[in-house]
Structure formats: C-alpha cells, structure tokens
C-alpha cells in the first residue's frame, strides 16, 4: 500500500550529497554530479553556513572542505589567544531504527582533522552518545579506533583496530555505506578504502563485501533489490523518500536500478513517483496520479519538469508542498550537471508552493536532516 507523508508535520532542512548509486561491489560507473549548490530553505527553517577548514590527518595529508563550502584563511594565532571552541555543522551518516543509512547534521567541535573527527563520530559509545538522534545509532563497533590518511588521488584510507571486527555481519553494508558517505562529504575524497591495523581490506571482514579499489557514492546506499537481475543492462539512481520519527520527519536516500537505455532523469522522477517500496516504512509527498506531460528539459545546470496539475496538494490543490519540491530537488541534483529543478504543472510557470510563495528553481540546501529529535 502507498504510504503518505502525515501532513503538519514539520519538513527537515536538506543538504547536498552527490553521486548516483550502484550497488557494492559492482564495477559500473554510475553518472555522478557534483554541482555547486544554490540553498534553498523552507520559510521558517534556518541554515547555518559555517566556515570551513582545511586540516590535515595522519602523516601529513591535506583534507578537504566539506563538498559546497569554501577554505578559510584562518588567524592561528588569534584563535589561540582567544582559545574559544568554535562548532561546525558536519553530516554523519547514521543507522535509524529501521535498519536504513540516514544523513544526520549534527554540531561538532572544529577541528583540523576533520576526516579523523567525522569517523570517531561514527565510533559507538564514542563522542557521538550524547547527540545522537532518538532511534538513531552509530555504526563502528564500541572501542574502535581510527586513523584517516588521503592520498593525492582523493582516496581516503580509514584505518581501523582490531575491535572493527566484531560488527554483526548483517549490518555490513550499512557500516560500509556510512563510512563511504560520511568521508566522501568532503570535496577532495572520491573513494574510501579500509584497512585495519595498518593492512588492506580487499572485502569487509564479516561478510565479505567487496573493496577493491574503493568504494564511493557511486555504490550506493540504502540498496532496493526492485526486479532488476540484469546488472549489466541496468544502471542505479538514487531517490529520496521521507521517514517519520514521531512527529519529526527526515529524509532518505535509496539507490535503484533502472534501464540502462533509460534517460536517467525521466527515470529518477518516475521512480519517485511510483514511491518506496512496499517492503520498507518509507513515506512519499506525491499523491497518486502525479505524472510527467513530457520529457525532462535540461538545460544550463537546469532541469524544468512539467507535471499534471494532480501535483498540486496544497491550499485547496493550488500548490505544490515542499516536501515533494525537496524529493525532487535532492533526487535530481544527484545527476550530473544538474544544479536546480524548475517545476510546472501543465506548462503553466507560476506556481504555488505551500508558503504562498512561488516556487523558483529549487536547489540542494547545504545540510540534510538539521531538525532536533
């Protein structure tokens, strides 16, 4: 049965992630992007932009900003004498209670080692206890510990103790995910790697799921088995759904295969539109009977989508909500080249969004999932 989104509850500030999925271990290509992004905010919610800093881990290696943010040049020693703690919003991906890998933003002290940090966040029992989300939980087994060095071609070696090890084998993937999509936040790192105790992993330890090379967004995350056999001939795109945690709402990303002759953004939308899996408790905003009147028109970093006028939901079915503008932004902006979403419906430019306001090219925000729980 298609599950809705419970109106009046309050929609989640969203942030950028990029790269369309696979699934792990496959050695297909999948078509990324990583557009600079335009934030866009719902009215009411705010969005800190903070400063970032470029750190260095391990022996020497330089770490990056996070993706969409610019490097400071920074007054050491008027930091120093004025010896104030300053906090920066960072993205650690999370398990919810319901098994999936969940973008959380959450205010972490600043720090030069950054890619260090964002992995002993990750550590259970570790830094993270106190802010994690109600439902929420981290994802390296208790005890762990870690070490990060990046190498000169973006790839990220997250070196882990022994302890690593004894993580329940069914949690695999999701451990990998998290730890790929956590450190690949940052704009110079494109692919993870894992070692522990100084030796390379070539598969997970438990379950064996493959390394290689490295793993990146291009793998995906959250994994829907939807029908799709033909790995060859088929190709991923990630979406976003919405979930519910009492009266807060967040959004996740699931990566699904399509046709690999499929124009991807014809593909992602009506993936989105056909809504999550019947298997899962995900959420979807679009009301039954939303569909394309034509092809995706993509032009200048913009994708214009025009719609029938069953996606208006809102104010007496004269707008369109937010939560179905903030699916369809954060879905689209995983293609490559894409920065902003324009929507119609029946061709017609003007539209309402559930503010009152009308909508514009929409764009990834910079943070997902900012809300308390």
């Not at 078509?31 to 970032?52: C, K, Q, R, T, W």
């Not at 997250?158 to 450190?183: G, H, M, R, V």
């Not at 070692?195 to 990146?216: A, H, K, L, W």
Request: aromatic share 6%.
């Amino acid at each position: 049965m298609r599950k809705f989104f419970r109106k009046g509850v309050p929609v989640l500030v969203i942030s950028t992630l990029v790269a369309t999925g696979c699934s792990f271990g496959a050695n297909e290509a999948a078509n990324e992007m990583d557009a600079p992004p335009v934030s866009y905010i719902d009215e009411g919610d705010s969005l800190e932009l903070e400063e970032s800093e470029e750190g260095v881990d391990g022996e020497g290696d330089a770490e990056a900003p996070s993706k969409g943010e610019e490097g400071e040049d920074g007054d050491e020693g008027e930091a120093e004498a004025d010896a104030v703690v300053e906090d920066v919003q960072r993205e650690l991906y999370l398990i919810d209670e319901n098994g999936l890998v969940v973008p959380q933003t959450l205010t972490l002290p600043k720090t030069e080692s950054v890619l260090r940090q964002s992995l002993q966040y990750l550590v259970d029992g570790g830094p993270v206890t106190e802010l994690l989300p109600n439902g929420f939980k981290a994802v390296i087994p208790a005890g762990t510990e870690v070490d990060v060095h990046l190498d000169d071609d973006g790839v990220a070696i997250a070196d882990f103790s022994n302890e690593f090890k004894e993580y329940d084998p069914e949690q695999e993937q999701q451990i990998l995910q998290a730890i790929t999509w956590t450190l690949t936040q940052f704009d110079t790192v494109e692919k993870v790697k894992i070692r522990i105790n100084g030796y390379d992993q070539e598969m997970m330890p438990q379950n064996g799921t493959p390394i290689g090379e490295g793993v990146s967004r291009a793998n995906g995350i959250n994994i829907e088995s939807n029908g799709v056999a033909d790995m060859v001939n088929s190709k991923s795109v990630t979406l976003y759904f919405l979930d519910q945690k009492g009266e807060n709402t967040y959004y996740v990303p699931v990566t699904r295969r399509v046709g690999l002759g499929e124009d991807s953004l014809k593909a992602a939308v009506n993936e989105l539109l056909q809504g999550p899996s019947y298997k899962s408790n995900l959420l979807t905003d679009f009301r039954n009977g939303v569909e394309l009147l034509s092809d995706p028109l993509y032009e200048n970093g913009v994708v214009t989508l025009n719609f029938n006028e069953s996606l208006l939901s809102q104010l007496d079915a004269k707008a369109v909500s937010d939560a179905a503008l903030n699916m369809l932004a954060l879905t689209l902006t995983e293609q490559e080249g894409v920065e902003q979403v324009a929507v119609q419906v029946n061709g017609e430019t003007n539209i309402l969004h559930e503010s009152g306001q009308m909508t514009q090219p929409v764009s990834r925000p910079e943070k997902v999932n900012t809300g308390s729980f």
